[in-house]
């Protein structure tokens, strides 16, 4: 997939790489924050990127940093089928324009500053106003058979949001049989994923933190000790509900699908972790995920901005 910062890097000539660290550098630190490696560029490398793209320099730096951010932001967006004229904040947050310098409102700039990774980007959710607000409630969907597409399950998954879940009562797997059931899958114990082995489905309970915003209310336990979790989440769908004790009955805010690709796995190898599963006494241990995983395969991002 096509990255502005990644692109413009190869148009600077050696001397500016250099002085900024060299290529391997800046790009670990700016590929999710184009305005910030812009910010950071001097005159004559503005102008340098300017030239190399055809692009008229007839501003002050200020005035370069808005046209190259436009120009990459643009790039970026076409690069994964969205309409070069509109803004969209899951590629490039539009930033302002400040003492010649590119500015993101802190709430867009949250999931960069955190480690959000570039896989993210290409994860799917339904839009929404950021923070997610409250849904609506929503009719239970009717009965329904197993889906026959991945489209198909994440319509059924589009569905639930505003769905009021229930009371949990004792069973802690009540939510993940509830939604299994309102998207049409079987119950089963095997260690397969859940949709025709292709697709595993995962609740994650929300809370709200500061400033209306989400956080995860605790790391959510993948599988137990002897299955590979890893391969399980393989393919993953979440469908994210706000925690009972929130909000009664649980509604459905929001679903997150996304593919364990390479850069996304090491991430989830860190936040990884055995710990006892099952009833009190237990001596079962189970893999469960670290919450900092959130942030970097981007579903924090996807309900807060």
Not at 125 to 146: G, I, K, T, W
Not at 147 to 165: I, K, N, Y
Not at 237 to 251: H, M
Not at 259 to 276: D, I, K, M, Y
Request: aromatic share 6%; glycine share 10%; hydrophobic share 45%.
């Amino acid at each position: 997939m096509a990255n502005a910062v990644s692109d413009f890097l190869r148009l600077l000539p050696t001397a500016a790489l250099r002085r900024r660290g060299g290529a391997k550098k800046l790009l670990h630190d700016y590929e999710l924050d184009l305005p910030g490696f812009l910010n950071g560029a001097l005159r004559e490398e503005l102008t340098a990127l300017l030239a190399a793209l055809s692009l008229t320099d007839d501003g002050g730096p200020g005035a370069a940093r808005q046209r190259l951010w436009a120009y990459g932001a643009a790039m970026e967006r076409r690069a994964l089928g969205l309409a070069e004229s509109l803004c969209d904040a899951t590629v490039q947050a539009a930033p302002m324009l400040r003492s010649g310098k590119l500015v993101i409102p802190r709430r867009r700039a949250r999931a960069a500053v955190q480690g959000m990774l570039p896989v993210a980007r290409i994860a799917r959710f339904p839009s929404s106003p950021l923070p997610r607000p409250l849904p609506l409630a929503r009719a239970l969907p009717p009965p329904a058979a197993e889906p026959p597409t991945l489209d198909a399950l994440l319509a059924r998954a589009d569905a639930l949001v505003g769905v009021r879940l229930g009371a949990r009562g004792r069973d802690k797997g009540f939510y993940g049989h509830r939604v299994a059931e309102l998207l049409g899958l079987a119950r089963s114990s095997s260690p397969a994923r859940d949709w025709r082995g292709e697709v595993e489905v995962k609740t994650l309970a929300v809370v709200r933190a500061a400033g209306a915003t989400w956080r995860i209310k605790d790391g959510p336990a993948l599988s137990m000790r002897g299955v590979d979790a890893k391969q399980k989440l393989g393919r993953v769908l979440w469908v994210i509900r706000i925690d009972e004790g929130e909000v009664p009955d649980a509604p459905v805010l929001s679903w997150f699908y996304q593919e364990l690709v390479p850069s996304l796995a090491h991430a989830f190898e860190r936040a990884r972790h055995l710990r006892p599963k099952g009833g009190k006494g237990t001596t079962a241990r189970g893999w469960y995920l670290r919450r900092d995983y959130f942030v970097a395969c981007g579903l924090l991002a996807s309900l807060n901005g």
